[in-house]
């Protein structure tokens, strides 16, 4: 991939590019993993330049192939555990919540960016969100723990109780469980 010209950005959080505008034929699969803990691999070895990872965060996108690296002339595969993105840190803003990536993209939990809660590779159901061009990211256990802590419980028609809390006009689910464990 050539992405030597795109190394010329600055510090800081990657300037996300308007991926949605680049149609590059899809040239294979890269040798590329991004573990469920972030970690990303290249040919079985961890990425060492944090900087390098943020710039090829800000080219991924969910095509109908799967998980893509996209420049302008050139689109590759690459593998991914559970979810590209991890969740961070949250934070509450008039009434609705902030969430941060290890990347420092920053979302409001609102009707566009709702949690799903989802099954992980290793089995649990564990909240993720939409963050960008149809990758979601997962949330952190700092995170899942802090969002708990504001939580409350909402009796559903089925005689399950949904755990969560209202953001940005919409309700927001942590989890469910059974009448019989409600408070």
Not at 2 to 7: A, M
Not at 10 to 20: F, N, V
Not at 39 to 45: K, T, V, Y
């Amino acid at each position: 991939m050539q992405i030597d010209r795109l190394l010329h950005h600055g510090d800081g959080a990657a300037e996300i590019p308007r991926l949605d505008e680049w149609h590059p034929p899809l040239l294979g699969d890269m040798p590329l993993l991004i573990q469920a803990d972030g970690q990303w691999l290249h040919e079985g070895r961890p990425f060492t330049r944090p900087h390098l990872v943020r710039l090829m965060a800000s080219l991924l996108r969910q095509d109908p192939e799967g998980i893509c690296l996209v420049t302008p002339d050139e689109r590759w595969r690459i593998e991914v555990a559970d979810c590209p993105f991890l969740i961070v840190a949250a934070r509450q803003y008039s009434g609705n919540w902030w969430l941060t990536t290890q990347y420092g993209d920053q979302l409001c939990l609102d009707q566009s960016h709702v949690l799903q809660v989802t099954t992980t590779p290793e089995g649990e159901q564990v909240p993720q969100v939409m963050v960008r061009f149809g990758l979601a990211g997962r949330l952190s256990r700092n995170v899942y723990y802090q969002l708990v802590d504001s939580a409350e419980t909402h009796e559903g028609e089925d005689g399950q109780y949904d755990v969560g809390f209202w953001s940005g006009g919409h309700w927001q689910t942590l989890g469910v469980i059974d009448s019989g464990e409600a408070p």
